[in-house]
């Protein structure tokens, strides 16, 4: 509090407060920084990142060092956009700004049914992680802002010329190296969802009705089990350097012809039945292919620029403290 007191005290007198880092006038226990009167506590960077230190702890469960220095990286970012967060909101705030509860209302059921289709869906979720709808309104209204605020203050239209995507082409050669690969469809049947040797047997119906001229894509979405059936099975190209496929099953599709189709494929915890549809030698991608790609990644690198920019002019007015 005595912290808090001196932060207020000094902003009302006009007393410049752009220091990064302080040193605290007095200990603060579990305190990661103060942005203006705001207290950024080391259990709500804990809170911010847990999801995102969750993921990595299962990428590296078998690397306990790079886990250790991933999650250092990801406490840092989350520290950094906590503060962000806070200036963005207080420029809201000091700028005049005002968000009708009427707005808030529709965000927040528009969210509501995205996420969560319902009102019930939402609380007992909030509940499971000990959350009130309180808490959930808050949070979207403050995402509003902080979305609104960017927009109106980082240029969304930022051109990109020609040339600039071009020597960015020539300058990237090595990202846009394309190997070997290949259009496939697949069929899956799963062995857990099935009685003992009925995979095996409903592999075999589907290889004679393939055979009888039946359409693959017709019979992934009859038959098979994974998520891809709505599609017609249909797994788009894959490379033959990158693929998680299975190395039997890549061994087949990068060996076949297009048009081919494997007989059934029983491996542990499946059948599989695949289709390959085209394949393309390894070689570089040209211009025209990534010129739309190359453009967007350039507006976006350029906005963040920007955004950085504006978060730093944030900054220089404002009291920012690290502990």
């Given at each position: 509090?005595?912290?808090?007191?001196?932060?207020?005290?000094?902003?009302?007198?006009?007393q410049s407060?752009?220091?990064?880092?302080?040193t605290?006038?007095?200990?603060?226990?579990?305190?990661a920084?103060?942005v203006?009167?705001?207290v950024?506590?080391?259990?709500?960077?804990?809170?911010?990142?847990?999801?995102?230190v969750e993921a990595?702890?299962?990428?590296?469960a078998?690397r306990?060092?790079?886990f250790?220095q991933?999650?250092?990286?990801?406490?840092?970012d989350?520290?950094?956009?906590?503060?962000e967060r806070?200036?963005?909101?207080d420029?809201?705030?000091?700028?005049g700004f005002?968000?009708?509860?009427?707005?808030?209302n529709?965000v927040v059921?528009s969210?509501?049914r995205e996420?969560?289709?319902d009102?019930?869906?939402?609380?007992k979720?909030?509940r499971?992680?000990?959350?009130t709808?309180e808490?959930?309104?808050n949070d979207?209204?403050?995402?509003?802002?902080?979305?609104q605020m960017?927009l109106k203050n980082?240029?969304?239209?930022?051109?990109?010329?020609?040339?600039?995507?071009e020597?960015?082409?020539?300058?990237?050669t090595?990202?846009?190296?394309l190997?070997?690969?290949?259009?496939?469809?697949?069929i899956?049947?799963?062995?857990s969802?099935?009685?003992?040797?009925?995979?095996?047997?409903?592999g075999?119906?589907i290889e004679?009705?393939?055979?009888?001229?039946?359409?693959?894509?017709?019979?992934?979405?009859?038959?098979s089990d994974?998520?891809?059936?709505i599609?017609?099975?249909?797994?788009?190209?894959?490379?033959?350097?990158d693929?998680d496929?299975?190395p039997?099953?890549r061994s087949?599709?990068?060996?076949s012809?297009?048009?081919?189709?494997?007989g059934?494929?029983?491996?542990?915890?499946a059948?599989?039945?695949?289709?390959v549809e085209?394949?393309k030698?390894?070689g570089?991608?040209?211009?025209?292919?990534?010129?739309?790609e190359v453009e967007?990644a350039?507006?976006?690198?350029?906005?963040?620029?920007?955004?950085?920019?504006?978060?730093?002019r944030?900054?220089?007015?404002?009291?920012v403290?690290?502990?």
């Amino acid at each position: 509090m005595a912290l808090l007191a001196w932060i207020v005290a000094n902003v009302a007198l006009g007393q410049s407060t752009n220091v990064t880092p302080v040193t605290p006038m007095v200990p603060v226990t579990g305190v990661a920084a103060v942005v203006n009167t705001h207290v950024i506590t080391i259990q709500s960077v804990d809170q911010f990142a847990s999801r995102a230190v969750e993921a990595a702890r299962r990428q590296f469960a078998l690397r306990p060092e790079q886990f250790l220095q991933r999650r250092q990286e990801i406490m840092r970012d989350s520290l950094e956009q906590l503060i962000e967060r806070y200036l963005i909101l207080d420029e809201f705030t000091s700028s005049g700004f005002n968000l009708p509860e009427s707005i808030i209302n529709d965000v927040v059921n528009s969210q509501i049914r995205e996420e969560f289709l319902d009102r019930s869906t939402l609380m007992k979720t909030l509940r499971r992680a000990g959350e009130t709808y309180e808490d959930y309104r808050n949070d979207q209204r403050d995402a509003f802002i902080i979305m609104q605020m960017t927009l109106k203050n980082v240029n969304q239209n930022v051109f990109i010329s020609p040339r600039k995507i071009e020597r960015y082409y020539e300058e990237n050669t090595n990202k846009f190296n394309l190997g070997e690969s290949a259009k496939i469809r697949m069929i899956v049947i799963d062995k857990s969802k099935h009685a003992r040797g009925e995979p095996q047997k409903i592999g075999e119906e589907i290889e004679a009705k393939l055979k009888a001229g039946a359409d693959f894509a017709k019979l992934a979405d009859e038959f098979s089990d994974d998520a891809r059936r709505i599609k017609g099975g249909d797994r788009g190209w894959i490379e033959n350097k990158d693929s998680d496929l299975r190395p039997e099953l890549r061994s087949f599709v990068f060996s076949s012809t297009p048009g081919t189709v494997s007989g059934v494929i029983d491996l542990d915890g499946a059948v599989f039945i695949v289709k390959v549809e085209e394949r393309k030698a390894a070689g570089m991608r040209s211009i025209t292919d990534v010129r739309d790609e190359v453009e967007l990644a350039l507006k976006n690198l350029e906005k963040e620029r920007l955004r950085k920019q504006w978060i730093a002019r944030l900054r220089k007015k404002s009291f920012v403290a690290y502990y």
